[in-house]
Nanobody, 129 residues
Framework: QLQLVESGGDLVQPGGSLRLSCAAS????????IAWFRQAPGKEREGVSC????????NYADSVKGRFTISRDNAKNTAYLQMNSLKPEDTAAYYC??????????????????????WGQGTRVTVSS
């Protein structure tokens, strides 16, 4: 069974850091683009970041550029999202997603969730003092 499992969400103070993990099982992530999305209550799901299969290309939403870093370790079949300088507006459920054929991670990446075939169940990030 193909599965993505996120972890690492927590309650953190503004300015703090968290690292989210996305572990795959039932398939190898080597050939898949990975993306992180987030969804705050009452808002649409938005693309946060993506990383190409080989890790050569990454993209970020303007709202997180310079603060978040996406990475992957194909040997561990896991992707990560390092989040620094967290703000209250980063509060959301964070989801990782993967796709092999329909979700390139080029400079024109728009973070369209419909391009991704596989999704995790989400992990909650709350930024509050």
């Amino acid at each position: 069974q193909l599965q993505l499992v996120e972890s690492g969400g927590d309650l953190v103070q503004p300015g703090g850091s968290l690292r989210l993990s996305c572990a795959a099982s039932g398939f190898t992530l080597d050939y898949y683009t990975i993306a992180w999305f987030r969804q705050a209550p009452g808002k649409e799901r938005e693309g946060v970041s993506c990383i190409s299969a080989a890790g050569a290309s990454t993209n970020y939403a303007d709202s997180v550029k310079g603060r978040f870093t996406i990475s992957r370790d194909n040997a561990k079949n896991t992707a990560y999202l390092q989040m620094n300088s967290l703000k209250p507006e980063d509060t959301a459920a964070y989801y990782c997603a993967a796709d092999r054929f329909s979700a390139p991670c080029g400079s024109d990446w728009e973070g369209n969730p419909h391009e991704y075939s596989y999704w995790g169940q989400g992990t909650r990030v709350t930024v509050s003092s």
